[in-house]
């Protein structure tokens, strides 16, 4: 994929409300931490949720396959590494792993989302400006 960035790092501190009984991440959290990844990743090319939608574009989740390898604890630093894995058409899949502070993988996922026409309903090919914006 010329000019992509190999992968975008976002960090975050797990705070008390994301853990359960025992100080450990609650596993439907990661969903949201694979989200804010995916939206930091976009940020970096001028893209966001609301300007897609605005465009008549939404992108929902369509899969989530995640591989826990650690927990994550309140208050630790955790990072959230997301990758494109290949030109978006209809669909668009990140790859992403989240990091503790020790740069250990602690968990892995592939995030799958389809583009939408909002007004239609329907699936549709990645509009042209998203993928003049990811090649440029």
Request: glycine share 6%.
């Amino acid at each position: 994929m010329p000019n992509l960035p190999k992968y975008d790092e976002t960090q975050l501190r797990v705070r008390y409300g994301e853990t359960d009984q025992m100080g450990i991440v609650y596993h439907g959290n990661y969903a949201q931490y694979f989200e804010i990844g995916r939206i930091e990743w976009l940020r970096k090319f001028g893209l966001s949720y609301k300007e897609m939608e605005a465009e008549g574009v939404m992108l929902p989740v369509i899969s989530l396959q995640i591989n826990f390898k650690k927990p994550a604890r309140y208050d630790d630093v955790i990072k959230v590494k997301t990758q494109l894995s290949k030109l978006p058409s209809v669909t668009i899949e990140f790859d992403c792993e989240i990091l503790n502070e020790a740069g250990e993988i602690i968990t892995t996922a592939i995030v799958g989302l389809v583009f939408m026409d909002i007004k239609r309903n329907r699936p549709t090919r990645c509009p042209q400006y998203i993928l003049d914006k990811l090649q440029n």
